[in-house]
């Protein structure tokens, strides 16, 4: 059975290379989308298995306002349906005392600093977080 990442960011060229380093080292399917309604769909169709949120979004908005990373996780995990889905945030805006912020603001499970140097503990911090199968 093949895990499903969806990966919510604005930048094609960071979607690339983490769709390259999740399928290729991970062995997982990478599905990409900066779409706040598709997030929402997929997460209640249980479409898929983690999240991977970058935190600034550009071209996201909801409801006819703009959204970013936080504010989506804090709409899934807010929502019972899909509340239990793992995200991990991704972001270049990684100072001290960012991460604790950003997590204690959003809910998310986890954090990733941009750039990604280490593809292995990159997969391996995403495959942490994946549901245990049933």
Do not use: C
């Not at 991970?26 to 997030?39: F, S």
């Not at 169709?45 to 703009?66: C, E, F, P, R």
């Not at 986890?110 to 990604?116: A, H, L, N, Q, R």
């Amino acid at each position: 059975m093949m895990r499903t990442v969806l990966v919510v960011e604005d930048n094609i060229i960071n979607w690339k290379v983490f769709e390259r380093i999740l399928t290729r080292r991970g062995g997982l399917v990478a599905k990409h989308t900066e779409d706040v309604e598709t997030v929402m769909q997929m997460a209640v169709n249980k479409q898929a298995d983690l999240i991977l949120m970058d935190v600034s979004l550009t071209n996201s908005y909801y409801d006819g306002k703009a959204v970013d990373g936080i504010k989506i996780t804090q709409m899934l995990k807010a929502n019972p349906e899909t509340a239990k889905l793992p995200v991990i945030l991704v972001t270049a805006h990684a100072t001290t005392g960012d991460r604790e912020n950003f997590l204690a603001q959003s809910g998310a499970d986890d954090y990733i600093p941009k750039p990604v140097v280490d593809h292995k503990a990159f997969v391996e911090q995403i495959k942490s977080k994946l549901p245990v199968d049933d």
